[in-house]
T-cell receptor, first 113, second 112 residues
Framework: SQQGEEDPQALSIQEGENATMNCSYK?????LQWYRQNSGRGLVHLIL?????REKHSGRLRVTLDTSKKSSSLLITASRAADTASYFC?????????????FGKGTHLIIQP | NAGVMQNPRHLVRRRGQEARLRCSPM?????VYWYRQLPEEGLKFMVY????????ESGMPKERFSAEFPKEGPSILRIQQVVRGDSAAYFC??????????FGPGTRLTVT
């Protein structure tokens, strides 16, 4: 699998339910970031989690990081129609300084009203 | 503080023409990155620049593509002699340091 690969590729849930997306990566990292992209738009930064952190919260978002499994999850609680978007995880490289990020193909999330 | 600016938002070029994409980073940001996104794909890193220097161009095609970030003015991604396969969304991101990157709205290039 690619560095920063999301799972599932697509997810459709009812408004109000929780949505969980997973991301796996291959190499050691400094940080892992999650971004949201609405159709035809740019990326919006959601949250950054450092390699020495295990969990981080921001509003309705909860991100976990398991460096032993090289995986991360993004949980969106109490989903809303406006959460419909594609979600990408992005990783840097440990020791890489300010390198470019490696993105997965994304999870397309659809919230049914 | 305005976000990352990119222009044009949409660009149509015929095969063989040149495409110039511009990116103005957020104020105070000295790191600029260019990414390309094909339909239904994630972003692919192309090049990382700081003022007047290319730091990492490992994701840039070897031919026809070039990037610069001059001392004054925006960063430019230049594609010479465009082909249909160059059609994509090109995103620029900026960062003040080795941390989260802030993305512009992208330039959608269509080659006819």
């Amino acid at each position: 699998s690619q560095q920063g690969e999301e799972d599932p590729q697509a997810l459709s849930i009812q408004e109000g339910e929780n949505a969980t997306m997973n991301c796996s990566y291959k190499t050691s990292i400094n940080n892992l970031q999650w971004y949201r992209q609405n159709s035809g738009r740019g990326l919006v930064h959601l949250i950054l989690i450092r390699s020495n952190e295990r969990e981080k919260h921001s509003g309705r978002l909860r991100v976990t990081l398991d460096t032993s499994k090289k995986s991360s999850s993004l949980l969106i609680t109490a989903s809303r129609a406006a959460d419909t978007a594609s979600y990408f995880c992005a990783t840097d490289r440990a020791g890489g300084g300010a390198d470019g990020l490696t993105f997965g193909k994304g999870t397309h999330l659809i919230i049914q009203p | 503080n305005a976000g990352v600016m990119q222009n044009p938002r949409h660009l149509v070029r015929r095969r063989g023409q040149e495409a110039r994409l511009r990116c103005s980073p957020m104020k105070g940001h000295s790191h600029v990155y260019w990414y390309r996104q094909l339909p239904e794909e994630g972003l692919k890193f192309m090049v990382y620049l700081q003022k007047e220097n290319i730091i990492d161009e490992s994701g840039m095609p070897k031919e026809r593509f070039s990037a610069e970030f001059p001392k004054e003015g925006p960063s430019i991604l230049r594609i010479q002699q465009v082909v249909r396969g160059d059609s994509a969304a090109y995103f620029c991101a900026s960062s003040p340091r080795a941390s989260e990157q802030y993305f512009g709205p992208g330039t959608r290039l269509t080659v006819t």
